[in-house]
C-alpha cells in the first residue's frame, strides 16, 4: 500500500509516477494539516470577498473577455457550473489512465498550496477519485497551454459535478454513476472552485512526468546499444578515453563515456590499442558528445518538471498581508511556455538519439560501411535472404518521422478569446509530441540491440566461443537471446522487433545492464 501526503511543495516525479501507475484500492492519498489550513483560510477568504461584494475576476466576474462581466451574486454557483461545463470541449482519443490519474494528483496538489481558493473537501474529491479509481475520460486535443489546460481540466471538473463520462472498474459510464459506484458524492461548486480546477497546467506536467522517466530510461538504454554495436563492429575505446573528456568537460559527455567504458569492461570484442585503425566513425566515436548532449535535454525537462509539481498555476490567486487581511490578484502563472519550451527541448534531443542508433545499425547492416567485419544485412547466403535489410528502413522511417515531430510547438502562437489571450504556449502539443518521439525511438533502439546481438554471433564464430563481451553489455545480450533468436533464415521481423521495443520500454535493457554494474 502506497502513500502519500500532499503539501503543495514536496511532490516528485517519482510520487506522480507512483499514482499514475498504481492501482485502485492499493493507494492512500492525504493533505498535510498545514495544507488543509492553507487550503480552509484561502476558502474563507473567498467566501469574505463575495460577502463583501468586492469585484473580483473569476470569482464574480465573467471568464476570458468577459472578464469585465460582473455576475450578480445569485448566479455565483452557476458561473462556476457553466465553465466546468462549456470549457469541456475537447476532442480526440481518451488520453491513457495513467496520463489522467497524475493530472488528477498534480491539480489536487497545486490546490493544496492553499493561494487557489477551494474548499477542502474539493480537493479531497479529487484524492478519493483517484484512490477508488474513477477515471474521467479526457480527450486528448484541445488544450493551447495558455489559460492552463481548460479543456482536458475541464472533463475532470465535469465528473466532480456528477456530469460527463468516467471509467470505473473497466467499464465507462456517465460520471454520476461512476461515483456513486465508488461511494462518492458529486460536489456542488462554490465560487471560483470551477475556474481553480480548469485553471493550471495539470495536463502538461502529467505529460511531463511521464516523459522524463521515458527518455531517461531511452537515455540508458542508447549508451547500452551504442556499447553493444562498438562490439559488434570491432571498435576501439580510445574514443572514450577520460582524458579526453576532461578537456572538454560538459558533465554528461564525462558521464556518458565513463558508463561506456563500464560496458564494455572485459570485453574481447573491442579493438586493443595501439591498433592500425585509430578512430571510428562518428556514430561510435561521437556517442559522448551525442549522447551526453541529449542528456542534458533530459536533466533539463527534470528541472523544470520538477519544479512545475509544486508551483501554484492559476489565477487569479489569494495572498494575505501582513494583517491577515486577504487579496486576489491576476497574473499568468498559468502560461506553459517553460514546459513547452522544455519539451520541444527534449524531442530535439530524443531525435537526435534515434538519428544516431539508425545510423549504427546502418553500419552493421552495410558490408561496405563495416568493411567486410559482418556479411550483407547481417544474414548468411544473402540474396536468398534479405536478412536485417528492411529493419533498418523501419528504423529510417522512426528516424524520419520523429524529424517531423520534433517541430517546436512553442514557436507556434494563435490568440484566442477575442485576443484576450493572444500568445499561447502550445505546450501540451509539445508533451504530446515528445512521448511520440519517445515511443519511435524505443523502437529504434530495440532494432538496434537486435541487430547488434545477430552481429556479436557472427563475430563469435570467426573469434571462437572462449570470447566474453563488456560486463555490463553481455546480461543485455543474454536478454535479447531469451526472447530473439539468432535469425539464420529469413522470417517474419516484426515480432521480433516488437519484443525488442518491448524490452527496451519496459526498462529490461536498462535493468539488466545496471544490475551487472552494480549502479
Partial sequence: ??????????????????????????????????????????????????????????????????????????????????????????????????????????????????????????????????????????????????????????????????????????????????????????????????????????????????????AENAIFVANVAGALTLEALHGTPAAFDPRIHAVRPHPYQIATAELVRYLIEESDFVRGSPSEDPQDAYSLRCIPQVHGACTDAVENARRIVSIELNSVTDNPLIFFDENGAPTAISGGNFHGEPLAIAYDYLSLAMTELGNISERRLNRMTDQASNGGLLPAFLTENGGLNSGFMLTQYTAAALASENKALCFPASADSIPTSANVEDHVSNGPISGRQARRVLRNLEQILGIELMAAAQAIDFRKKALGDAVQLGKGTAPVYELIRQHIPFIAQDAVMAPHMAKAAELVASGQVRQAARSALDF
Fill in 1 to 214: 500500500m502506497s502513500h502519500i501526503t500532499l503539501d503543495g511543495n514536496s511532490l516528485t516525479i517519482t510520487d506522480v509516477i507512483t499514482v499514475a501507475r498504481t492501482r485502485p484500492g492499493a493507494l492512500t492519498l492525504e493533505m498535510s494539516s498545514q495544507a488543509r489550513t492553507a487550503v480552509a483560510r484561502a476558502s474563507q477568504a473567498v467566501a469574505q470577498i463575495v460577502a463583501d461584494g468586492r469585484v473580483v475576476y473569476g470569482i464574480n466576474t465573467g471568464f476570458g473577455a468577459f472578464k469585465n462581466t460582473t455576475i450578480p451574486h445569485n448566479a455565483l454557483r452557476q458561473l462556476q457550473i457553466n465553465i466546468v461545463r462549456s470549457h469541456s470541449a475537447g476532442t480526440g482519443h481518451p488520453l491513457d489512465t495513467d496520463i489522467v490519474r497524475a493530472m488528477m494528483l498534480v491539480r489536487a496538489n497545486t490546490l493544496a498550496s492553499g493561494y487557489s481558493g477551494v474548499r477542502v473537501e474539493t480537493i479531497e474529491l479529487l484524492l478519493h477519485m483517484i484512490e477508488r479509481g474513477v477515471h474521467p475520460v479526457v480527450p486528448r486535443q484541445g488544450s493551447l497551454g495558455a489559460s492552463g489546460d481548460l479543456a482536458p481540466l475541464a472533463h475532470i471538473a465535469l465528473v466532480m459535478i456528477g456530469e460527463g463520462e468516467a471509467e470505473f472498474g473497466g467499464e465507462i459510464m456517465s460520471g454520476a454513476e461512476a461515483l456513486a459506484r465508488a461511494g462518492l458524492t458529486p460536489i456542488e461548486l462554490a465560487p471560483k472552485e470551477g475556474l481553480a480546477l480548469t485553471n493550471g497546467t495539470a495536463f502538461m506536467v502529467a505529460l511531463g512526468c511521464l516523459a522524463v522517466e521515458e
